[in-house]
Structures are given as C-alpha cells and as structure tokens.
C-alpha cells in the first residue's frame, strides 16, 4: 500500500501568514487522485480539496493543492483564524486508500 | 444538504462483532457511494471499506477478513459489521459518502473494545 508522510508534524504561525504543507507518497501518485481533509477538534474531517487541485463546495480559495509524482503540497495562501485545525492528505491512485498522519497548523 | 449519523454501541468486549448503522438524510443513498472509515491514535485515518448502494462493495485487505457493509435502501442506511474485535479496533468510527473521496461525513461514533 502507498504510505503517506506530511510534514511538518506541527506548523505555528500566525493569522496572515502563508502555510505551505507537504505529503510525500512512498510511490508515485498522480495528482488528480490526491485529496486534503480539515480536521477540528471534535469535528470529522472535511473535504478541502479532491483532484489534487480542485476545491470542494463551499472552501475558499485561499485553499490550494499542487505537485505531481511523489511530493504533493497543500498551500493556505493566508491564514485565517478558523483555519487551524490539524491537516490530511489522502491518496486513491491505488486501493486501499490510505491517509497521511496529519500536520497540525497552531497559532504561533 | 446530505447528512449522515452513525449509530451503534461504545463499549465492547474482546471477541464480540462489532455493528454499526449509518443512516443518510436529507438525499437518498441511491446512485452514490458509501464508506466507512475509522481513526485511532494508533494507526490514524484508516479507509474499511466501501458499498455501492446496488451493493457491490471494496474492503481493505487489513480488515478484508472480518468486515461486511451491507446497505439497507428501503431504510436510506448502510451497515458495517467487524467482526473478532480487539483492542486495536478501539477507534471513532466514521461514515462518509463517497468512493474514493469522503464528503460529507457523519459526526463520527467512538467505539470502545475492553474486557
């Protein structure tokens, strides 16, 4: 199965900022089969972003997923308050799909 | 808006099955896809498996063994069962529309397995 591995662990900065979260697949990954979930605590996840790129209802587009083959980012170009929360990357180029285990995006 | 609600019992017992209903609201389970999908602070987001609401289904090979989805239409549910569980099942148990993309999800139900 295809392991995913984001990083960092943890990112801390503040409302404003530009966050840039990495996911790096143990094989090659197309990147329209690439999605990121928002989690909150004591929340499900929530669809950001499926197709590498594409947006899900209702997310902003400060929100932005790129890269291709085995490193995939997803870009928050300004942070929100509201948008720290933990972040997942979740690959279906091969079944089972598989998730990463997340980076946490706190206030610096 | 689509909304789903897990539903079943926390606490378990070694050895017991697990069974768990997701019911879908505001849509119909018709014509999509339905997953279940588990987290733990062990092993993290973990895809089960899928049903297509004709039925046809997709598990993951770690759990391929002991699970069955099953969907009910008449009801709008679909229903997972695990059966031999064991501490490690210990997780919040999720349901979530789709195939290989999850949206939206339900609430999510933790479910506990201890002697």
């Known amino acids: 199965e295809i392991v995913l591995t984001q990083s960092p662990g943890t990112l801390s900065l503040s409302p404003g900022e530009r966050a840039t979260l990495s996911c790096r697949a143990s094989q090659s990954v197309s990147s329209s089969n690439l999605a990121w979930y928002q989690q909150k605590p004591g929340q499900a996840p929530r669809l950001l972003i499926y197709g590498a790129s594409s947006r899900a209802t209702g997310i902003p587009d400060r929100f932005s997923g790129s890269g291709s083959g085995t490193d995939l980012t997803l870009t928050i170009s300004r942070l929100e308050p509201e948008d720290f929360a933990v972040y997942y990357c979740q690959q279906y180029n091969s079944s089972p799909w598989t998730f990463g285990q997340g980076t946490k995006v706190e206030i610096k | 808006q689509v909304q789903l609600q897990e539903s079943g019992p926390g606490l378990m017992k070694p050895s017991e099955t697990l069974s768990l209903t997701c019911t879908v609201s505001?849509?119909?389970?018709?014509?999509?896809?339905w997953s279940w999908i588990r987290q733990s602070p062990g092993k993290g987001l973990e895809w089960i498996g899928y049903?297509?609401?004709?039925?046809?289904?997709n598990y993951n090979p770690s759990l391929k063994s002991r699970v069955t989805i099953s969907v009910d239409t008449s009801n709008n549910q679909f229903s997972l069962k695990l059966r031999s569980v064991t501490a490690t099942d210990t997780a919040i148990y999720y349901c979530?529309?789709?195939?290989?993309?999850?949206?939206?999800w339900g609430q999510g139900t933790l479910v506990t397995v201890s002697s």
């Open positions: 049903i297509y609401y004709s039925g046809s289904t």
């Open positions: 979530a529309r789709g195939q290989i993309v999850f949206d939206p």
């Open positions: 505001g849509g119909s389970i018709s014509n999509y896809y």
